[in-house]
């Protein structure tokens, strides 16, 4: 239940010596983390048994003692649909609030919004189960996922149609590494609209020329199809451009399980 992880560092005694303990465990990986803590609301929601109030406070509570800085602590979602969370305003306002811990819940829809205001709650997760089995199956990888903009984006001038946004996670070495430093960008592909894309650096610049202040160029030339996109912002999910992952294997991934965002 919840969120497990290791450090790529230890201080002895670690079975290991102090040289290895500190080296990095994989290349190309960001220098830190944020864990979210989902527990109270992953792990319990599809429990048989009740849990009473009392039990999910007392959970939440411990887990940030224990010195987790994110804990999920409920899902606003139907009664009906999730009995075992039909206590989300009690497990909310009972929550004793420890300095520097945050306590998002999470909402999916305009309902579960208004309740989860109702109660006092402080932060609020959108992130949809759909998306989410998609990211981990696929990213990082050539997988675009367009989803509706939430206030936070929307505000930013993207172009294109102002109410969804794409997203997606690179696995090219080099783009991570850019992305390591500099958190979550807006980019576009390298080529003008309608124009195929180059696969070489040399024809990149070729097209832009001194419009672009830097090139970032890795050692082998790009090749292959463009990322498949995935419409998950007008109801089902919909292929809007076949790519290098098979229609076949994300539309069933897509639609798989029950997901956090039910």
């Known amino acids: ?15 290991r010596s102090n040289d290895m303990a500190h080296a990095p465990i ?11 803590e989902v527990g109270p609301r992953d792990g319990l929601q599809d429990e048989a048994v009740h849990v009473p109030t009392e039990a999910k406070v ?4 411990l ?34 609030r420890r300095p520097g811990v945050r306590y998002p819940v999470l909402v999916p829809n305009q309902r579960g919004l208004e309740r989860a205001l109702a ?13 989410e089995r998609l990211a981990l199956a696929f990213w990082p990888g050539p997988l675009t996922i367009v989803l509706p903009r939430t206030d936070r984006s929307r505000e930013w001038d993207l172009g294109g149609d102002p109410a969804t946004i794409g997203v997606r996670v690179p696995r090219h070495p080099l783009a991570l590494a850019v992305l390591s430093r500099t958190g979550p960008l807006a980019v576009t592909s390298a080529n003008r609209s309608g124009e195929p894309t180059p696969e070489t650096c040399e024809g990149v ?10 090139y970032l160029c890795a ?24 790519g290098a992952l098979d229609p076949a ?14």
Not at 26 to 36: D, K
Not at 58 to 61: H, T
């Open 1 to 15: 239940m919840g969120t497990r992880c290791a450090t790529a560092r230890c201080s002895s005694p670690c079975g």
């Open 26 to 36: 994989v290349s190309g990986l960001p220098s830190r983390v944020r864990i979210v």
């Open 58 to 61: 007392r959970l939440i509570e």
């Open 63 to 96: 887990l940030a003692d224990a010195g987790l800085e994110t804990v999920e602590a409920t899902s606003f979602v139907s009664p009906r649909a999730v009995p075992q969370l039909a206590d989300a305003e009690q497990v909310v306002r009972a929550v004793r």
């Open 119 to 131: 109660s006092g709650a402080r932060e609020i997760a959108v992130f949809e189960g759909r998306a």
């Open 205 to 214: 610049v070729e097209v832009f020329g001194d419009l672009v202040a830097v």
């Open 219 to 242: 050692e082998e030339p790009l090749a292959g199809p463009p990322s498949t996109v995935v419409d998950l912002a007008h109801g089902e999910p919909r292929v809007l451009r076949a």
């Open 249 to 262: 294997e994300i539309l069933p991934a897509a639609l798989a399980g029950r997901g956090g965002g039910r």
